[in-house]
């Protein structure tokens, strides 16, 4: 069946990076757009970036993460990233990938910015 796992999250201080991993399997994954969506503490889950299937195209969708955050896949590696760089507090969410179409979704990587 389709799996979709997420890593890299954890507790990092303001100003610091991340990089968040998605590992997919079950499915031609160079065939699927993937993107990164976040639930913060009490607000509902919001699109961050999305990517197309082969990397072409890529966009970050929250604007206080414009310029911070990019989206990057390898097709090889049937993994998409999320690079997280000046991390801030509002940034503290639960980070989950997700497929388009047939929307699979991950059970998510949580990252706290705090110090």
């Known amino acids: 069946q389709v799996q979709l796992v997420e890593s890299g999250g954890g507790l990092v201080q303001p100003g610091g990076s991340l990089r968040l991993s998605c590992v997919a399997s079950?499915?031609?994954?160079?065939?699927?757009?993937m993107s990164w969506h976040r639930q913060r503490p009490g607000k509902e889950r919001e699109l961050v970036a999305g990517?197309?299937?082969?990397?072409?195209?890529?966009?970050t969708y929250v604007d206080n993460a414009k310029g911070r955050f990019t989206i990057s896949r390898d097709n090889a590696k049937n993994t998409v990233y999320l690079q997280m760089n000046n991390l801030q507090p509002e940034d503290t969410a639960m980070y989950y990938c997700?497929?388009?179409?047939?929307?699979?979704w991950g059970k998510g990587t949580q990252v706290t910015v705090s110090s």
């Open positions: 997700k497929t388009f179409p047939n929307n699979y």
């Open positions: 079950g499915l031609f994954f160079s065939s699927y757009a």
């Open positions: 990517i197309d299937n082969n990397g072409g195209s890529a966009m």
